[in-house]
């Protein structure tokens, strides 16, 4: 029988979860959104493997047909995301309480 | 258009995936910002790309890697027959050797045609094949 791996969130990209909650953004906002917390040469890399989680799912922006560039990619949190998120928080509150108040 | 030459090498590099999803998002983001930014902010732009190419290279090195490991058998079998056939041809070819010189020979046949097998057989696939 498979064995199944519980998914993890770390920290860094719990802040993108938090970000992105309330809507979809570019990889370049979050940084900006982030005070600090997430840099600008490895948000994309966090990104590239949250999506490979299903944490996010992205697609490339509409653009003019004559616009010149790169598309910029769009990110928005997915459900599991989310869900995997919310139950991270209360592991970590549930861990955090001592033995006593536990009970 | 900032970005354009190092689009060209980033995708010579690193796998097509990869730079779809890591590197090419940096790279617009850049051009997006650069129509605007003064000089340290086009500075910071490339800096942010260049970090994001070396975290897609690791992550591909170590994909890559991970892939080489489960078929460490096959690629060992590979480079073991080829190394056997030319060293099968040279003993032929070359009388009165002494057995440090044939081993010498050897090891010598087996380390190219390792480099070779390795070349030749550099996976393709992704990481994210064999994840769970």
Not at chain 2, 60 to 89: E, K, W
Request: charged content about 20%; hydrophobic content about 50%.
């Amino acid at each position: 029988m498979a064995e199944s791996r519980l998914p993890s969130v770390s920290a860094t990209e719990a802040v993108v979860l938090n970000l992105l909650e309330s809507g979809e953004r570019f990889g370049l906002e979050l940084v900006n959104a982030s005070a600090g917390r997430l840099k600008r040469g490895s948000v994309y890399v966090t990104l590239s493997r949250m999506e490979a989680k299903g944490f996010v799912e992205s697609w490339q922006e509409e653009r003019a047909p004559k616009a010149i560039g790169l598309p910029r990619r769009l990110y928005r949190a997915t459900a599991y995301g989310l869900q995997v998120r919310d139950a991270y928080v209360l592991l970590r509150e549930a861990l955090a309480l001592k033995p006593a108040e536990a009970q | 258009m900032p970005g354009t030459w190092f689009a060209t090498f980033a995708r010579r590099v690193i796998h097509a995936e990869t730079f779809e999803f890591v590197v090419a998002p940096a790279i617009a983001d850049l051009q997006f910002e650069a129509s605007g930014a003064g000089y340290l902010e086009k500075t910071r732009g490339y800096l942010g790309v260049w970090m994001a190419l070396w975290g897609a290279l690791c992550s591909d090195v170590g994909g890559d890697a991970r892939v080489m490991c489960a078929d460490t058998g096959i690629l060992a079998g590979l480079a073991f027959m080829q190394a056997s056939y030319y060293a099968g041809m040279l003993m032929l070819a070359l009388e009165g050797l002494t057995i440090t010189r044939a081993l010498m020979i050897l090891l010598g046949l087996l380390t190219v045609s390792l480099i070779v097998t390795l070349f030749c057989f550099w996976p393709t696939r992704r990481l994210r094949a064999l994840a769970p």
